[in-house]
């Protein structure tokens, strides 16, 4: 198999991240320091992965840096302080996001009766507006089962998209924009069971549920099964830190 090309920007933040992390005995004892998962900051080091938002987060402050600096769009390590009264710059600006007491079951379904708020989650702002459209809302849950790994993984946190577009299965998916966009995974429900899967739409109305391990075989909805069955949103992200 070829190797894909590592990306300019990639290679950079990967650079940029060693920088900041050599000071430390180690990758683990610099993972700690930052309360992120060695694996995690040692998919950044190697400059062949795109930033994830809590390790952005973990480094900036952590570290005291920009995260224009991080992402290679400044050469200047300090954020910098806005003026009195003004906005922030787009790349330090956070919007909180509802995180909610429910896990999504990526197996064969947990049932899940109530849907509380368990607090809120900072998210770039910036990436936000890659993500999602304006306005749109947007909430955090956890995935828990191994059926969609390894893309999603036990534990992953998702941040699930309601948009009116995100509502509905499309006759066809998306076009996927990059390596990393996945535009057919969606957070339902099935009476009481809340799942994460990949859901399309077949033949005769039907839709067709697939998980991306392949000990778990595919599921179709029938008719019948149709009347129990509502879409809560695209997964437009997830963090794989366990």
Not at 146 to 168: F, K, Q
Not at 200 to 210: E, L, M, N, P, S
Not at 235 to 242: A, H, M, S, T
């Amino acid at each position: 198999m070829v190797k894909k090309p590592v990306r300019e920007e990639t290679r950079l933040f990967g650079e940029r991240v060693r920088g900041l992390v050599d000071r430390f005995d180690s990758l683990a004892e610099a993972a700690r320091f930052l309360e992120v998962a060695e694996q995690t900051l040692r998919n950044a080091c190697s400059g062949e992965h795109e930033p994830r938002a809590p390790l952005l987060i973990a480094l900036s402050e952590k570290f005291s840096v920009s995260m224009d600096y991080l992402l290679g769009l400044s050469d200047e390590l300090e954020p910098s302080s806005p003026k009195k009264g003004g906005p922030l710059t787009e790349s330090l600006a956070f919007e909180r996001i509802p995180r909610l007491d429910v896990r999504a079951a990526a197996g064969a379904g947990a049932v899940n009766h109530i849907f509380a708020i368990d607090g809120e989650l900072a998210f770039p702002h910036w990436m936000l507006k890659k993500l999602a459209p304006a306005g749109a809302r947007l909430s955090f849950l956890r995935a828990t089962g191994d059926s969609m790994e390894p893309t999603i993984a036990d534990g992953a946190l998702l941040l699930v998209c309601e948009a009116e577009s995100d509502l509905r299965v499309p006759d066809r998916a998306p076009k996927r924009r990059n390596e990393w966009d996945h535009t057919d995974i969606y957070v339902f429900l099935i009476g009481n069971e809340l799942r994460v899967k990949r859901i399309r739409k077949a033949k005769q109305g039907t839709i067709v549920i697939t998980s991306d391990n392949p000990v778990y075989p595919p599921e179709v909805l029938l008719k019948d099964d149709l009347k129990r069955f509502k879409i809560c949103g695209r997964v437009v992200w997830w963090d794989n830190r366990l």
